[in-house]
């Protein structure tokens, strides 16, 4: 099969880390008969640079048209003091709305090799970490109704929760579809319904998804609970859905449990199989382009294409097992050392070790 995959490198590290997970789509395309063909084009800091623009329409034409996205990271020092409008993170929510990625799914899986790295108390480690996060990507607060006024005390701002049926029914069908995939097959739905009204929509709609899917356990939590379990008690979650703001916060919260940000791989999807996959992490501007960074995120962000856009499972399976493989085997990058007295790896180093363990 043939696949088009545009890449955004980014700023930062993007670059280096984008090379790795090509390289290794390159080995899995070798394996399994598939051709994949990359296409980069230009997005955040690197594009303002040579456009003026963070976005270019060229970049959107070209993400539409492709198969997917592979999107290193964007940002840095260079580029804060410009107008919001004018961010590289721009590049982000309009590559998000132009192609309608609504669902934002993001693994949090606490290796058994890294359970070191973990900062959670060692009983509560011992359980383990396998949990995956889907946040609403396009609704709720970060584009409700926004302002500022004059009030009895002086300016007052204000920003709008609002959710419609419709978006949380999508995103709903995406935890349990998500669900019915994994071993456990729980849903837990994070809101605050004892507060919010947008809230109790999301609980209604949420209840009446779950009825079509009888083979899933699905639960409430209040998202202030769930901030605390998430510490607690992280082994007892499966899939969990919830807001975007909601999600943003806990997401974050979530992958620290499991130790390094450098790991940690997502995917934002729609309604086509065009989705776009990058790592948690941003452009981490202290390390880059020392070759120091950990490719892991993105290569894991390559498996999750392969996965979710182009329903290659086997082929996402063998990445995420030789990720595994080296890991167990001691390799490490600096962000992942501990307390190690080896010398770490590099990023082009480690990226070696995962294409020898693809065998
Ligand atoms: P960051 O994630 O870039 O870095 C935080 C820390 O983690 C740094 O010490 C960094 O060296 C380290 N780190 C991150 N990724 C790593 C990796 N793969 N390997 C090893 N170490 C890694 O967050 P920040 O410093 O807050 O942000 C830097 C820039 O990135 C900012 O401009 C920010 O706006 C941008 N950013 C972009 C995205 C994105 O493109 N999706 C996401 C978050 C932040």
Redesign the pocket.
């Known amino acids: 099969m043939k696949y088009n995959i545009a890449l955004l490198r ?5 670059p280096e ?1 984008v090379d790795s997970a090509v390289e290794v789509l390159k080995k899995i395309g070798e394996k399994y008969g598939h051709e994949f063909t990359f296409t980069p084009y230009l997005a ?2 690197c594009a303002i640079d040579a456009t003026g623009v963070p976005l270019p329409d060229e970049t959107v034409k070209g993400c539409k048209e492709s198969d997917s996205v592979l ?7 260079k ?2 003091t410009l107008a919001g409008n004018l ?3 721009r ?2 929510l309009g590559v998000r709305s132009a192609l309608g990625l609504y669902t934002n799914i993001r693994p949090a899986k606490l290796y058994q090799s890294l359970k070191a790295e973990c900062p959670l108390r060692a009983d509560i480690v011992e359980k383990g970490v396998d949990l995956v996060m889907i946040r609403e990507l396009t609704g709720g607060i970060y584009f409700g109704e926004r302002g500022r006024r004059k009030g009895e005390n002086g300016e007052e701002a204000y920003d709008t929760e609002c959710y419609s049926t419709m978006e949380i029914e999508r995103i709903a069908r995406a935890a349990f579809e998500t669900a019915m995939k994994r071993e456990r097959k729980s849903v837990i739905s994070i809101d605050k319904a004892n507060v919010l009204e947008s809230s109790r929509l999301w609980r209604e709609v949420v209840h009446k998804v779950a009825a079509e899917y009888p083979e899933v356990t699905c639960t409430d939590m209040l998202v202030d609970n769930a901030a605390m379990q998430l510490v607690k008690n992280p082994s007892q979650f499966d899939v969990v859905v919830t807001s975007n703001m909601f999600g943003d916060i806990l997401s974050d919260e979530s992958s620290q449990v499991t130790g ?3 790991l940690l791989p997502s995917a934002s999807l729609g309604d086509t199989k065009c989705g776009m996959y ?10 880059a382009g020392q070759n ?7 290569i894991l962000s390559a498996a999750m294409m392969l996965r979710y856009s182009f329903d290659l499972e086997d082929e996402a399976r063998c990445i995420e097992k030789a990720v595994n493989d080296v890991l167990e085997a001691g390799y490490r ?3 992942i050392l501990g307390t190690s007295k080896e010398a770490p790896l590099s ?1 082009t180093e480690m990226t070696a070790k995962i294409l020898e363990f693809i065998k």
């Open positions: 980014g700023d930062g590290i993007g880390i955040g800091g999107l290193g990271a964007v940002g840095g020092p580029w804060d961010r590289p993170e590049a982000l390094s940000i450098g990058e790592p948690i992490h941003g452009s981490a501007p202290d390390i120091k960074a950990n490719p892991i995120a993105t990058t600096a962000d990023c």
